[in-house]
Structure formats: structure tokens, C-alpha cells
């Protein structure tokens, strides 16, 4: 890409940070693996039922009570594995809770890092393009990623749930970014994995919007967003940018 000049009225590029830049899941299924090894109650199901029924949790706690305020992130992540276990037939006690939910946290941390691809991407985006994320999650958790991962030096801005008190797809978040990128809807491009929160919530504002469908689900795409399946694709994406028929 180096030397090429944009065609395209492009100011900045957007991205999802958790499962489009960090390797979320990753982090989580190794996390869930080691859980199973400690506690018989989890062996019993597999990987993918386990992290099932993390996620269905996850959405019932996380975003109703952690990023409302209402909890902390220690105590949603010890209500969480409380009710996996029970859930399982287990009644645990309060120290089971936080052991657990200490043990996951631990295991989460020692598996950090980026998403195939997801660095050559923001190292040539940032040549040309300003760079933001948007995120539904804690300011301290995500600024914990990026300066783990060494990639703070290659955001412009980043805008969290936590900060604004709404989650994508709410307007609010995304229009925060795009007034602190300085530029209008339609001179910013979103890349994210989540088609409810990052396509739609961007989309509905004018934006232009790469899907990172890493998980091949099925969707009307026509007109809203173009897929990929992954960030390793450095030269369809940066074509995408610059010249894409969205």
C-alpha cells in the first residue's frame, strides 16, 4: 500500500476491538479448557457447550448489571461461574465462586493477543487513515489490551460503553467517536465481527462497513456491509477502504 493515494473521501477507520482486533475467544476457550481439568463438573460437557453456556451468562450479567454500574467486573465474573456451576447441578459455596472466577481470570490473561492479521492491518491503516475503536466494555479492561498487545501507539481514539453509559448498537457510541476523529459518517469505515452491534449500530448512521464474519454466519449483507472472514487479508481491506463498492 505504501505510496498509493486513497481515491475514496476516507477519513478514518473504526474497529471493534474484542474478536476483530483481540482474540477474545481464543483467550476464553483456553481459559474454559483449563476450568474443565480443575473442576469435574465442567469435564462433563464439552468445550463447546461450556462456552455456551459462559456466553449466554456472560450476556445476562455482563451487560445488564457489570457495565450498568450495578456490580463490579470481579463480582459479575463470581455470579457468572456461580450460576455455571449450579447450572450443573453444583451448589457452590462463596469461596468456590471466586476460586473459580479467579482461576478463569488468571488462565484468560496468560492467552492475550491480537487476531491473525490484525496488526499488518493496523499498521497500514494508520499510514493513511486516522484509527478508533468503539467497544462494549470497562475503559481499564480495554486499555489493559491494547497496551498489552502494544498497540496504543496505533489507536487515535477509543470510545467504551463504560465511558459513554450505552452499548453499541446505540448512536451515541459511535457518533462520540466520530466527532473526537473529527469527521462525518460517511468519511469513516467500521470493521467489526458482531452484526447487531457493529454493522447495524454503524450502518444505521451512514457508515461504510466491512463484516468480519469469522464464525460464517448467515446474513442479507446487500447494500449494508461487505464480508470477509478474516483480518489476515491485508490487500482486500485496504482495497476495501480505499475503494470499495459499499
Keep these: 500500500m505504501t505510496g498509493r493515494i486513497p481515491i475514496r473521501n476516507i477519513k478514518a477507520v473504526i474497529f471493534d476491538l474484542d474478536d476483530t482486533l ?10 474454559l479448557a483449563a476450568m474443565q481439568d480443575k473442576y469435574e463438573c465442567f469435564s462433563k460437557i464439552t468445550l463447546d457447550e ?5 456466553i449466554k451468562l456472560l450476556n445476562e450479567i455482563h451487560l445488564s448489571r457489570i457495565l450498568t454500574g450495578e456490580i463490579s467486573l470481579d463480582e459479575g465474573r463470581a455470579m457468572r461461574f456461580g450460576q455455571a456451576f449450579i447450572t450443573l447441578n453444583v451448589e457452590p459455596t462463596y469461596e468456590m465462586r471466586h476460586e473459580a472466577a479467579a482461576f478463569y481470570r488468571e488462565k484468560y490473561l496468560t492467552s492475550t493477543g491480537l487476531k491473525p492479521g490484525a496488526l499488518d492491518i493496523l499498521e497500514e491503516v494508520k499510514k493513511h487513515y486516522k484509527t478508533g475503536i468503539v467497544t462494549n466494555n470497562l475503559i481499564e479492561e480495554q486499555n489493559r489490551k491494547l ?3 502494544e498497540i496504543e501507539h496505533l489507536i487515535d481514539v477509543m470510545v467504551t460503553s463504560d465511558e459513554v453509559k450505552v ?7 459511535f457518533n462520540t467517536v466520530l466527532e473526537r ?7 469513516a469505515v467500521m470493521i467489526g465481527d458482531s452484526w447487531e452491534s457493529d454493522i447495524i449500530g454503524a ?3 451512514g457508515m461504510k462497513c466491512i463484516w468480519v464474519n469469522t464464525y460464517e ?7 449494508i ?3 470477509i472472514q478474516s483480518m489476515e487479508d491485508r490487500d482486500r481491506i485496504i482495497d476495501l477502504i480505499e475503494n470499495g463498492r459499499f
Design 147 to 149: 497496551k498489552e498487545c
Design 225 to 227: 456491509a461487505i464480508e
Design 167 to 173: 452499548t453499541k448498537p446505540d448512536p451515541l457510541i
Design 217 to 223: 454466519e448467515i446474513r442479507q449483507t446487500d447494500g
Design 181 to 187: 476523529l473529527n469527521c462525518s459518517p460517511g468519511e
Design 22 to 31: 483481540f482474540d477474545h475467544r481464543h483467550s476464553v476457550r483456553t481459559a
Design 203 to 205: 450502518y444505521n448512521l
Design 50 to 54: 461450556f462456552e455456551k453456556l459462559h
